[in-house]
């Protein structure tokens, strides 16, 4: 059964850092893996997809990796920006099902 | 291009009285569309999804229903509701493996 980890389950930093926000699965066998940005009381907006015969996806200032053979996504977010604050979602997708981390609560301080 | 609407964004409904949410999409044929409910403070729970018209798979025994009367219409129902069913409510679509769309989501309390 797959099971999607992610850590820290929250983080809080100062504008203008890098960071790395991780999750990791138990299953390879995966048709994707896709990152989730979700705001207060608002819907989900896909941020990137990596499908699982890809290495990594950019967008902007988002970088998704993935390694399947160690189970591990990570989603880099260079030059954070207080408009960045929200809770970060991955799901390794499979058959019809979208299996989710919890999440990580991220806060850039201003 | 593919968009998807969800309605209404928010419902407030008292106990025992029947639901219906609706979900289009617009853009694309033949979607897997899925219904999932998110909990105040909780991650996010599948509760159906449906791979064509009139074809519809249940992850959880509940109150609700879902049907898929046309090919981008779901629609989630319920004859009486709980309070238990309040929550944070999801339509999303996927194609093949091109990931999932989500719609904006409709807020339900049932008071």
């Known amino acids: 059964k797959q099971e999607v980890t992610q850590i820290p389950a929250a983080l809080s930093v100062p504008e203008g850092e890098n960071l790395v926000l991780n999750c990791s699965f138990t299953d390879s066998a995966i048709y994707n893996l896709q990152w989730f940005r979700q705001d207060p009381g608002k819907g989900l907006t896909s941020l990137l997809l990596?499908?699982?015969s890809q290495r990594e996806q950019t967008s902007g200032r988002l970088n998704a990796s993935l390694d399947k053979s160690s189970g591990r996504s990570t989603l880099y977010i260079a030059a954070s920006q207080p408009g960045d604050s929200a809770t970060y979602l991955c799901?390794?997708?499979?058959?019809?099902?979208?299996?989710w981390g919890a999440g990580t609560k991220l806060i850039i301080k201003p | 291009s593919q968009t998807i609407h969800q309605w209404p964004a928010t419902l407030v409904q008292p106990v025992g009285s029947p639901l219906s949410l609706e979900c289009t999409v617009e853009g694309t044929s033949n979607p897997n569309l899925y219904w999932y409910r998110q909990a105040a403070g909780r991650g996010l729970q599948l509760l159906f999804y449906?791979?064509?018209?009139?074809?519809i798979s249940s992850e959880v025994p509940q109150n609700l229903s879902a049907s898929r009367p046309q090919d981008r219409q779901f629609i989630l129902s319920s004859k009486k509701l709980l309070l238990s069913d309040s929550g944070f409510y999801l339509c999303?679509?996927?194609?093949?493996?091109?990931?999932?769309?989500f719609g904006s989501g409709t807020r339900l309390t049932v008071v």
């Open positions: 990596i499908q699982s």
């Open positions: 999303a679509w996927s194609l093949d493996s091109y990931g999932y769309t």
């Open positions: 449906s791979v064509g018209i009139g074809q």
């Open positions: 799901a390794a997708g499979s058959n019809y099902q979208l299996i």
